[in-house]
């Protein structure tokens, strides 16, 4: 394990034009990972997690337009032609998306569909790969791999095909795995077994993870480092433990208040008031601004708050931070 | 995948029964004698009763049908009022005909449909993908018989490439039919390329934005391969369909293009037969049409089982 970030992002930004003028996406976002470490981006939906991701790996939509500093195993991928990043991308990074169901290829196989990224980037035969594809889809836990190997994904059910995605992109033995809320499409016993597989698999690969979700009670027990983002930009970040103990920004400490109480068997989700900013019309100062239960004075509507330190290594953007308690909330 | 077969099949029968049933109806409705017709100016009451009672058309309905399809299933049409010849065989002999020019037409369209839809798609909102939708505008809002006059006009009188009309059997000298072929293939498979067209562009569309276009672009795949793979042969499984359709409507003769180029095919003679009357070339065309449309209709449905392998389960 090297010091070295396998994926780094600095100053990333993403407009997107739409037909009712730029979107800002994404704005002034830096992060990174390092091997077998976990980042984990949280934020409620339309906070630009996915496409932070998606711009950093050459995956945004045409109509994005993409700036800053991404870099890969050290190599900045702006520098790099379309067709060497996308190269590069193959080999080094893993993507597994939030549903497994439209995320597969419903008229191939799986075996064909994990196999072929080791055709492209390893030089493998098809026969080769599809050997490849059956020890993947052991390595994953699918009982009777030399049979599901042929199986279409209609014929698997949705653990099995999340299962099988993960499969695929581990195929290449990535740097990096990303995963995009991977188990919100699942039920809760499913969800709990990918995000077991997901630890054990990186223990042993000793993968990097970008790990997407609003779900933070599994970020809790499986990221090292985590981000909030909300209105495009990263509003904290810090050590998982660190952040979650004591919340410095007004964001991060209601989301921690809404998470539901895994013992208490309520169904009903405690939300925050209000809805996050359209990326069409973002407010001068402070995005979170007219949802802000503190919201000191008029700077905040007016001045962007800047990134400032907490304690080592814990970042917040506000004004007024949350002055640490000392009890574990 | 046998059962499935012949399950088909016994479907594709029993419909056919219906088309018998409703042919046969049908033409109990339309006014006009036709045996008064067949005759003419020859008329007289002796003939007229003996054609009549030849033709059974002087039993009840329900023997007349039965007997009609009793002889229809040992593949005896009837004779045609008109020529006195049996419908089967002048039916038949019209089949190569209209087989050859749907069959060209619809490769024709597809030549064209296919790189103008995939590619119109592909760079959507470019020139090209404009100048392709100016296209399939023009192909579906012109007249097929007025783009078939120029076509005469252009090809066959001032550059003098191509006969003007005419039909050579393919069977009996391939470059002439082909020559015969060109334009009437051409006027029709333009109209088919603009539907196509249109169809094979937004069917590509569609999957462009399907999550496992992105997860194949995620695997750092060449775009060759997410196109051909991943893309095509996805939007081209709905695409099987309208080809069908397309086909089997040309197989039902395009009247006005196979009487304006002399083009002796099912459509031609469904013309003549409703002029004159002749209703039992009427009915043998009908049926002929109706078993091509099922015969299409089967080989979809196979073709389909093989595309998509979530219809395999049936
Ligand atoms: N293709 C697109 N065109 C226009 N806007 C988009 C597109 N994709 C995402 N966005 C916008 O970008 C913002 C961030 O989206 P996303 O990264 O998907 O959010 P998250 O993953 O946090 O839920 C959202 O406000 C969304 O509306
Ligand atoms: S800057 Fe002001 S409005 Fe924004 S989160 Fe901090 S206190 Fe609330
Ligand atoms: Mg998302």
Redesign the interface.
């Known amino acids: 394990m090297t010091d070295e970030a396998v994926l780094s992002v600095a100053d990333l930004t993403v407009t997107i034009g739409t037909r009712r003028g730029a979107a800002r996406a994404v704005a002034g976002v830096d992060w990174s990972v390092r091997a077998g470490e976990t980042l984990a981006l949280v934020g409620e939906s339309g906070s630009g997690k996915s496409m932070s991701v998606l711009a950093a790996t050459g995956l945004a939509p045409r109509a994005a337009r993409v700036t800053g500093d991404v870099r890969l195993l050290g190599t900045d991928l702006a520098a790099l032609s379309a067709a060497r990043r996308r190269r590069m991308r193959g080999r080094h990074v893993g993507f597994v998306f939030q549903d497994p169901m439209t995320s597969l290829n419903p008229v191939l196989t799986v075996g064909r569909q994990i196999g072929e990224a080791s055709e492209v980037h390893l030089g493998l035969t098809r026969r080769a790969a599809r050997a490849r594809a059956i020890e993947m889809l052991e390595l994953v836990g699918i009982p009777s791999a030399a049979d599901r190997v042929d199986a279409y994904p209609h014929q698997l059910s949705g653990g099995m095909r999340q299962r099988a995605v993960i499969a695929m992109a581990l195929v290449c033995e990535p740097d990096l795995l990303i995963a995009d809320e991977p188990t919100t499409a699942l039920d809760v016993t499913t969800q709990a077994q990918i995000v077991e597989l997901v630890a054990d698999l990186q223990r042993r690969l000793g993968t990097a993870v970008v790990w997407i979700s609003h779900d933070l009670g599994v970020v809790a027990g499986l990221a090292d480092t985590v981000a909030v983002m909300y209105g495009g930009r990263i509003v904290e970040q810090g050590e998982v433990d660190a952040v979650f103990a004591e919340p410095a920004h007004p964001y991060t400490a209601a989301l921690l208040a809404a998470r539901p109480d895994p013992d208490a068997n309520v169904t009903e989700l405690v939300t925050i008031p209000g809805t996050p900013p359209s990326p069409l019309e973002l407010p001068e100062g402070c995005a979170f601004w007219p949802r802000c239960s503190v919201r000191g004075d008029s700077r905040c509507e007016r001045e962007l708050p800047p990134l400032v330190p907490v304690s080592a290594g814990h970042q917040v953007r506000t004004f007024y931070p949350r002055q640490p308690t000392g009890e574990d909330r | 995948m046998t059962r499935f077969i012949l399950r088909r099949l016994l479907q594709s029968g029993i419909v056919l029964l219906g088309v018998t049933l409703v042919v046969f109806l049908l033409l109990q409705l339309v006014p006009g004698d036709p045996v008064r017709v067949a005759l003419g100016t020859r008329f007289d009451p002796e003939t007229y009763e003996a054609l009549r009672s030849r033709a059974g058309l002087d039993q009840p309905l329900p023997v007349q049908y039965a007997s009609y399809v009793g002889q229809a299933l040992t593949g005896d049409l009837g004779v045609s009022f008109r020529s006195g010849r049996p419908v089967t065989a002048i039916v038949l002999e019209r089949l190569p005909a209209t087989l050859s020019l749907a069959i060209t037409a619809v490769v024709f369209a597809l030549l064209v449909a296919f790189p103008l839809g995939v590619l119109s798609a592909l760079r959507s909102g470019s020139v090209f993908d404009h100048a392709a939708r100016v296209f399939s505008q023009f192909g579906v809002s012109v007249p097929d018989f007025w783009m078939g006059i120029m076509g005469i006009l252009l090809f066959a009188g001032v550059l003098g490439w191509f006969p003007p009309s005419g039909y050579v059997a393919l069977t009996e000298d391939p470059v002439g039919w082909a020559s015969h072929v060109f334009l009437p293939a051409v006027t029709v498979g333009l109209v088919t390329a603009s539907i196509l067209t249109r169809f094979i562009r937004s069917s590509v569309l569609e999957v462009l934005a ?3 276009v ?9 775009t060759r ?1 997410v196109v051909v ?2 893309v095509l ?2 939007a081209l ?1 709905p695409v099987v369909t309208v080809v069908a359709v397309q086909l089997a409507s040309l197989l039902g003769g395009v009247i006005v293009i196979e009487v304006l180029f002399a083009w002796p095919g099912v459509g031609r003679l469904t013309y003549d037969a409703v002029q004159a009357r002749d209703y039992p070339v009427l009915q043998g065309a009908i049926l002929l049409v109706a078993a091509l449309f099922l015969v299409v209709n089967l080989l979809v449905d196979l073709l389909y089982a093989r ?4 219809i395999r389960v049936r």
């Open positions: 399907e999550d496992y992105r997860t194949a672009e995620a695997k750092g795949l060449p391969v793979r991943h042969r996805n499984i595309l998509d392998p979530r």
